[in-house]
């Protein structure tokens, strides 16, 4: 597949990771297929990507959750193209809150974009890859896959379902050597995803450090393009992560609440219930970065504001 411009279809493409995937691979001068929920976002993108000279560049608005909608993108992209090369799958959403907070339709969307969205555009990826005998898909899942954390109730369970997934098109997909399946799971990214949360934890979510940027999990993923590997980690953090939840259950089991809310979540930033972007797209919120940097100094102020509330709490 190198030596000549790519096909690539990138979901997710108007925001944080994959529009940092979408400007690389337009700096490749690859053919690239954009694919998201929100057309206006989707088309700024393609401007930018031109600008970096894709060689030509195609924009699908589609919800990943639909099958046939994304049956319909990849009809579109073989009709112009006759070939796709690759899928860089990285559309997701989040939702804050515990399993009963969280209202059923919030939690069902996060189900339905990062899971169900996840097993249609691999059922046809796979389909295309497989008749083409040659292809590269890759799913972007999360150390959150690996692991448990409080308040990401079905963000949890999403991501440890791609991950699932990926060990399970591994397998089905043996008998084809042209045929590969790339699972990356990035730790914090700088990403807009937290401030475009759906929440009912009370207060806004945020990358953990160490804070990795879209560019980084983009360089990664279409690395995978040329030297296909079956599992990355993007932060050597990731692999401690993963160690400690499954060595020590008990212990990472006590620890992860209180770390979580101390390098996770803004304590000082209270916010009122909402839906985020998890049913409809909120276009004006997908940038490239998130603006999540300072994750050390967030620490610190989410550790004074519990010393002043404990110390408020025994002055009374
Ligand atoms: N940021 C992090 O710290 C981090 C860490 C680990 C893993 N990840 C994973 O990386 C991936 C990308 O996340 P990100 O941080 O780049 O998020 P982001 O900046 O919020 O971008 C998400 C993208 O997905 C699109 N999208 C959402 N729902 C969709 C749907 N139903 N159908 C089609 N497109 C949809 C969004 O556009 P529309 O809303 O317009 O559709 C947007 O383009 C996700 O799978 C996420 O779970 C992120």
């Not at 030509?56 to 589609?62: F, G, Q, R, T």
């Not at 300072?294 to 610190?300: K, N, R, S, T, V």
């Amino acid at each position: 597949m190198s030596g000549r411009s790519k096909v690539i279809i990138i979901t997710g493409a108007s925001s944080g990771i994959g529009r940092a995937t979408a400007l690389r691979a337009a700096d490749h001068e690859d053919h690239l297929v954009l694919v998201a929920r929100g057309a206006g976002a989707l088309e700024d993108v393609a401007r930018e990507c031109r600008a970096s000279g894709a060689a030509s560049v195609m924009v699908l608005p589609c919800d990943v959750g639909d099958d046939s909608a994304v049956a319909a993108c990849f009809e579109k992209a073989l009709t112009a193209h006759s070939v796709i090369d690759a899928v860089v799958h990285a559309a997701g959403v989040v939702a804050y809150g515990r399993t009963e907070e969280i209202p059923p339709d919030v939690f069902d969307g996060v189900l339905r974009t990062n899971l169900t969205g996840s097993v249609n555009v691999a059922r046809h990826a796979v389909s295309t890859f497989r008749t083409q005998r040659a292809g590269t898909l890759v799913l972007i899942g999360s150390v959150i896959g690996h692991i448990s954390v409080p308040s990401m109730s079905p963000y949890v369970i999403s991501k440890w379902g791609i991950r699932a997934l990926a060990r399970q098109l591994l397998v089905e997909n043996r008998d084809m050597p042209g045929v590969h399946i790339a699972y990356v799971a990035p730790g914090g990214v700088d990403t807009p995803i937290y401030e475009q949360a759906a929440n009912y934890d009370g207060h806004i979510g945020r990358p953990p450090p160490p804070i990795a940027t879209p560019e980084k999990v983009a360089r990664i993923a279409l690395r995978l393009l040329e030297r296909p590997r079956a599992r990355s980690q993007v932060n050597l953090s990731n692999e401690v992560i993963r160690l400690g939840f499954s060595v020590l259950p008990g212990i990472f089991d006590m620890l992860v609440g209180p770390l979580f809310r101390l390098a996770a979540i803004d304590g000082t930033s209270p916010i009122e219930p909402h839906r985020g972007n998890v049913l409809a797209s909120h276009e004006a919120g997908n940038k490239l970065h998130g603006g999540q940097r300072g994750a050390l100094a967030g620490i610190a102020r989410n550790a004074l504001a519990r010393v002043r509330v404990a110390a408020s709490g025994s002055a009374k």
